[in-house]
């Protein structure tokens, strides 16, 4: 074993760690806000999803994705995957008004 690549990478994966703690503190807060969206909609019976709002949102982030040399396929990818999350919090909180999570079920 090299040491110094040793340390090198136990340095690497401190940074990593702390980016992904970043990333789920981040994830957290925008998902308060969308539950706090999806108790609006409900309560004004506005639809959970709203495409062109999506279609605008993928525009901008896969051209931040390509400024900050990210896969924008990958972006776009992410963002679907968090929004069908969203949507699917959106649709319980119009049906029981509230979030059901793997925890709280
Ligand atoms: O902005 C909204 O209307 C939301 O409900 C939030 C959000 C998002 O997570 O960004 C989720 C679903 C919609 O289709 C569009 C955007």
């Given at each position: 074993?090299?040491?110094?690549?040793?340390?090198?990478?136990?340095a690497l994966r401190?940074?990593?760690?702390?980016?992904?703690?970043?990333?789920?503190?981040?994830?957290?807060?925008r998902f308060t806000?969308?539950?706090?969206?999806?108790?609006?909609?409900?309560?004004?019976?506005?639809?959970?999803?709203?495409?062109?709002?999506?279609?605008?949102?993928?525009?901008?982030?896969?051209?931040?994705?390509?400024?900050?040399?990210?896969?924008?396929?990958?972006?776009?990818?992410?963002?679907?995957?968090?929004?069908?999350?969203?949507?699917?919090?959106?649709?319980?909180?119009?049906?029981?008004?509230?979030?059901?999570?793997?925890d709280s079920a």
């Amino acid at each position: 074993m090299d040491d110094a690549a040793l340390a090198q990478l136990a340095a690497l994966r401190r940074s990593i760690d702390n980016i992904d703690a970043a990333l789920i503190h981040l994830l957290a807060e925008r998902f308060t806000r969308t539950q706090a969206v999806g108790r609006l909609k409900a309560a004004s019976g506005m639809p959970p999803s709203d495409p062109e709002r999506e279609r605008q949102q993928i525009a901008r982030l896969r051209a931040l994705a390509i400024d900050a040399q990210l896969d924008p396929a990958f972006a776009e990818k992410w963002f679907n995957f968090v929004v069908a999350e969203v949507i699917h919090h959106h649709e319980q909180i119009a049906t029981t008004g509230t979030v059901q999570t793997a925890d709280s079920a």
